[in-house]
């Protein structure tokens, strides 16, 4: 047994390699360009333009405003939402967790583009009806999205739901002995909640609020739809200006450094917070979680909870379905306007459609799987600290958090338009840039999983002869399977929605249904887009369902060898 | 360039005159559709369409050339001309060729392709004998494929006809706050062609006081004609005039405004690139386009105005002689195109 051939080191050393071709390659050109001028001589005035030019000024305070807003604004109504769905008898607790998936879904981007169907000012669908019941002038509205607060609003609409997943997964994971020892101490619910939950959860909310803070930083789609109508900029949409002809990488590149380091020092505060609470909580043992009564609150709860989800969901679904089948946007479909022109113009005769589809499905179902893999490698590796120099891989991984989807897709322009590595214009280079813009997420879902596995188990299985990797695959494993699952259908997800690295990486060949959707709202073509989006949206819901059913199917294999 | 000013007609289209101290133009001999290069189109199978013309026009036009080459599929490949340029760029640049025929509504694109010396020469015969010369390339590297305008329009239910703006004058008016719509010079040929003549009569603190009227930022020229249609904004500043005038064929309350101070007019050039990968299909959907048949398709679906004389323009539109039409200067945009872009932001601030 002993002299078996241990596989993990060559395997590690393999993922080292890759992420350098994905993360430092394209950075370290990225670096070298943000202190070069046109002519590639060094310099510093990249940043003197940077932090003296208005036009530079503007857009990272805008953007600081926004990723403030949106992490604050996602927190507030992650942590009671998840709170209720996870430990409450509120009603339709499990409808809710999946609607909220589904708001995942939909590319944000999307998203966008529905609440300009419903809130822009004149033409809006919910500022028609107002102004309807209400007789509002035509010129006034009650909402404009086009304003900084609607982009806020959109941003946080479709960031909310991570912070809401990681808080309310953390809230199933917590074991109910502990609860339940408070309660027998004599604490009251809200006591045991604010003595034991809270702190439980504190350290998950400060991650989601983490992510959901480098989401609104770094998100370019919204700020491009909503954002240049209102005549702003965000550093996003200032970085993508940049490359529009001709182009101006050394700007970009040094506009995205300062986002690098302060990711960098956010990360450091998280991990020091983090560092100084051990809550592995899953041992050998597994205690089911309590569930608090709310009485005479459980209607107002669901309602409230029901609400939310409109905004990201309801609301901008049927907002979608109208223009699909409407034939100008701002009318409401009746069975007199009703028109499939959309559903036909864009099958049938838009010709970047098929393709599009297809590139699409390809490359998300491919990063998904390379994606899960590497995460769970890497979440194994520094969560077990098994070869020396885990520290760098464990910033690696979550290094891309901190770089623009859309300076990402400049870097890796840069490093691969040149031999040896020529991929610009193939699937391989949009394979890596949605590998490492997804890498962050699904590693910090896959190690907060590790985090609560206790390593003992692992210890045992090497006491008893097995190698790293078979201990990986016998026992780790089995135990992730649920999360590996469900960080799969995450950056699958992700790919769907991903735009920015891909508005910079695709050529007429390698399109994605999200360029298309993206070149189609530049002009205006908003119901090709509509049929579009439900289209890409049912399919996908389709995979995850399929992926699930797999997950449920295997929790049940996990629970039965834990116990 | 200062002789040909003017010559009203021979000056509306500057891109085609000849550059510099260029002297001997070299004309390639006329070519016809001919079953040999059917055939060798068919044998490539597709053909790739760089344009910004509007999809609902593209893409029709796209599928009777399918239709009348069975065989043959098109790519349409569809964003703003200044988008378009900067794809093409990046690709030229990265040796990827995939563009067989471009096709802009920012014609100093094609100053900029022929000074790289991407342009393949090719004269189709319909070229030859019915474009007017002025709108041939004295190479035969490219050939205006059609005309548009970029119009004020405005709609009829939230603009009463006595309020309408008469001219771009007009707009500065403070009753237009925050009732107006424009596309984006840094995205559409058609609105950097327009911005270049616009500022070039009127000045820019004209742009200065515009951009202070609150107006909604769109990018492409075939945006504001779909938002007025919609309602969101009473008027649009500029876009593509076939687009208002389809929008008001099929019964929106759409009312088209030939400015006082005269109508921005854009030509199209097309040509092939000499890398393209499909070359036979490439020439086929060129000579297929300039063609009368071509031309009346396009005609028919959008009514622009033809480049080949033996089509008459659509009936209902106004004579595009008739219409008073700024000057265009390919040659100006050209040289010009990033200050006109700065300029633009420094006002507009996106």
């Known amino acids: 047994m002993t002299g078996r051939l241990d596989l993990s080191r060559p395997l590690m050393v393999a993922v080292v390699a890759l992420l350098a071709v994905m993360i430092v390659l394209p950075m370290g050109w990225l670096v070298v360009y943000a202190f070069s001028d046109k002519a590639g001589h060094p310099t510093l005035a990249n940043f003197v333009t940077l932090f003296t030019d208005p036009a530079f000024v503007d857009p990272l305070v805008t953007t600081l405003i926004i990723a403030f807003s949106t992490s604050a604004i996602c927190c507030a109504i992650a942590a009671p939402l998840g709170w209720l769905v996870a430990r409450t008898d509120m009603p339709l607790a499990r409808t809710f967790r999946v609607l909220v998936m589904a708001s995942l879904v939909t590319p944000p981007f999307v998203g966008a583009i529905a609440w300009e169907m419903l809130a822009a000012p004149n033409s809006g669908l919910l500022n028609q009806v107002w102004r309807m019941l209400t007789g509002m002038p035509p010129d006034e509205s009650l909402f404009d999205i086009y304003t900084l607060t609607g982009l806020i609003f959109v941003i946080a609409c479709y960031t909310f739901p991570y912070v809401f997943i990681l808080v309310a997964n953390a809230l199933d994971r917590m074991p109910g002995e502990l609860e339940d020892a408070s309660s027998m101490l004599g604490a009251g619910t809200w006591a045991t909640a604010r003595r034991i939950t809270i702190p439980l959860a504190l350290p998950t909310l400060a991650a989601g609020a983490l992510i959901a803070f480098l989401q609104a930083l770094n998100i370019f789609g919204s700020p491009a739809i909503l954002a240049i109508p209102a005549g702003f900029n965000t550093l996003t949409t200032k970085i993508w200006s940049l490359f529009a002809f001709p182009p101006k990488p050394e700007l970009a590149a040094a506009s995205a450094l300062p986002l690098l380091v302060l990711t960098v020092a956010l990360l450091r505060a998280q991990s020091m917070v983090l560092g100084k609470r051990g809550y592995a909580v899953l041992g050998g043992k597994y205690g089911a979680p309590r569930v608090v009564r709310l009485g005479g609150l459980r209607l107002p709860a669901a309602v409230l909870a029901m609400f939310i989800l409109s905004l990201p969901l309801f609301l901008p679904y049927a907002a979608l379905l109208n223009t699909a089948f409407s034939p100008v946007s701002s009318q409401f479909v009746t069975p007199d306007t009703f028109t499939l022109r959309n559903v036909i113009f864009t099958f049938r005769e838009l010709s970047s459609t098929l393709p599009a589809m297809q590139n699409t499905f390809v490359l998300a179902t491919l990063s998904a799987t390379v994606g899960a893999v590497l995460a769970l490698l890497i979440a194994y590796v520094v969560a077990r600290q098994a070869i020396r120099g885990w520290r760098v891989l464990d910033f690696l991984a979550t290094a891309p958090l901190a770089i623009p989807g859309i300076v990402l897709g400049v870097g890796l322009f840069l490093a691969y338009t040149r031999p040896p590595l020529t991929l610009y214009g193939t699937l391989w280079i949009l394979l890596i840039a949605f590998v490492t813009i997804e890498l962050p997420a699904a590693y910090q879902q896959i190690r907060s999983a590790f985090h609560s596995v206790h390593p003992e188990l692992e210890e045992a299985g090497r006491m008893l002869g097995a190698t790293r990797l078979r201990t990986l695959w016998d026992i780790t494993g089995p135990l992730l399977r649920a999360s590996a699952v469900a960080t799969w259908c995450f950056v699958f997800v992700g790919v769907i929605r991903e735009l920015s690295a891909a508005v910079i990486l695709f050529t007429s060949e390698t399109k994605v249904v999200a360029v298309l959707i993206f070149d189609l709202k530049e002009s205006g073509d908003v119901g090709a887009i509509a049929v579009l989006s439900l289209t890409i949206v049912v399919i996908t819901t389709i995979v995850i369902a399929g992926a699930n059913r797999l997950r449920v199917g295997r929790d049940s294999v996990r629970l039965r060898t834990v116990s | ?350």
Not at chain 2, 149 to 169: E, Q, R
Not at chain 2, 195 to 217: D, H, I, N, P
Not at chain 2, 281 to 304: K, T
């Open chain 2, 1 to 350: 360039m200062r002789r040909r000013s003017l010559l009203k007609t021979a000056a509306l289209l500057p891109a085609f005159a000849p550059l510099g101290a260029r002297v001997v133009s070299a004309m390639p001999a006329a070519e016809a559709m001919t079953p040999a290069l059917i055939e060798a189109a068919r044998k490539e199978g597709k053909v790739s369409y760089y344009t910004a013309m509007d999809l609902s026009v593209a893409e029709p036009m796209a599928k009777a050339f399918e239709a009348k080459f069975p065989g043959i599929k098109v790519a349409v490949e569809r964003s703003g001309a200044e988008r378009v340029f900067s794809r093409v760029a990046q690709e030229m640049a990265s040796k990827i060729y995939r563009a067989d025929v471009v096709n802009s509504s920012d014609a100093a694109h094609f100053i900029a392709w022929k000074r790289e010396g991407w342009l393949a020469p090719y004269l189709p015969d319909d070229v030859a004998k019915d474009v007017p010369s002025e709108m041939v390339d004295p190479d035969g590297l490219f050939y205006n494929q059609r005309t548009h305008l970029s119009t004020i329009a405005y709609n009829t239910k939230l603009v009463a006809p006595a309020d309408a703006p008469k001219g771009f004058m007009d707009l500065l008016d403070p009753k237009y706050v925050g009732k107006m719509v424009k596309g984006h010079p840094g995205y559409s040929g058609t609105i950097m062609t327009a911005t270049q003549q616009l500022s070039r009569e009127l000045g820019w603190s004209y742009f200065e006081k515009l951009a202070k009227q609150k107006v909604l930022q769109v990018q492409s020229a075939t945006e504001p004609p779909k938002r007025i249609e919609a309602g969101e904004r009473a008027i649009a500043v500029d876009g593509s005039d076939y687009l208002f005038w389809l929008a008001k064929e099929r019964g929106s309350p759409i009312e088209v405004v030939l400015a006082v101070e005269g109508t921005p007019q854009i030509s199209n050039p097309m040509g092939v690139f000499k890398t393209a990968p499909n070359p036979n299909a490439a020439r086929l959907m060129v000579s297929w386009i300039m063609s009368a048949e071509g031309q009346q398709f396009i005609v028919d679906l959008s009514g622009q105005y033809p480049a080949n004389k033996r089509v008459k323009q659509k009936v209902g539109r106004p004579a595009l002689s008739s219409i008073k039409t700024l000057r265009e200067e390919a040659s100006v945009v050209a040289d010009k195109a990033d200050q006109i872009k700065a300029q633009y932001s420094k006002y507009f601030k996106v």
